[in-house]
């Protein structure tokens, strides 16, 4: 299935976290948290202003970025989970 988000809504797939901590401890799937870190899938084509103009996204698709810990919507495609969220919910772009 084909998903294109609207105005300034990105698709993001979560990056898994990893199952250690520095000290070596592993953790349990119930111990984790759900990573604040994710690859833009797809987006939307940006918002428009009072005025009619279209304001484009700064986030482009292929980026990794960090969003707040219960910003978006989680949603299922094709049996993966993603998250949708407005270009607000992202807190920064990793490079």
Same mark, same amino acid.
């Given at each position: 299935m084909k998903f294109r988000?609207?105005?300034d809504r990105i698709l993001v797939e979560?990056?898994?976290? !990893? !199952? +250690?901590?520095a000290g070596g %401890? %592993?953790?349990p799937d119930t111990?984790? !948290?759900?990573?604040?870190?994710g690859k833009v899938i797809a987006v939307g084509p940006g918002k428009k202003t !009072?005025? &009619?103009k279209l304001v484009p996204m700064d986030v482009k698709t292929g980026d990794t970025i960090l969003? &707040? +810990?219960y910003s978006g919507s989680e949603i299922k495609i094709d049996g993966n989970e993603y998250l949708i969220m407005r270009e607000d919910d992202v807190l &920064? %772009?990793?490079?």
């Open positions: 988000p609207l105005h979560r990056v898994e976290s !990893e !199952e +250690k901590t %401890i %592993i953790l111990a984790k !948290e759900k990573p604040q870190q !009072e005025d &009619g969003f &707040g +810990k &920064g %772009i990793v490079e």
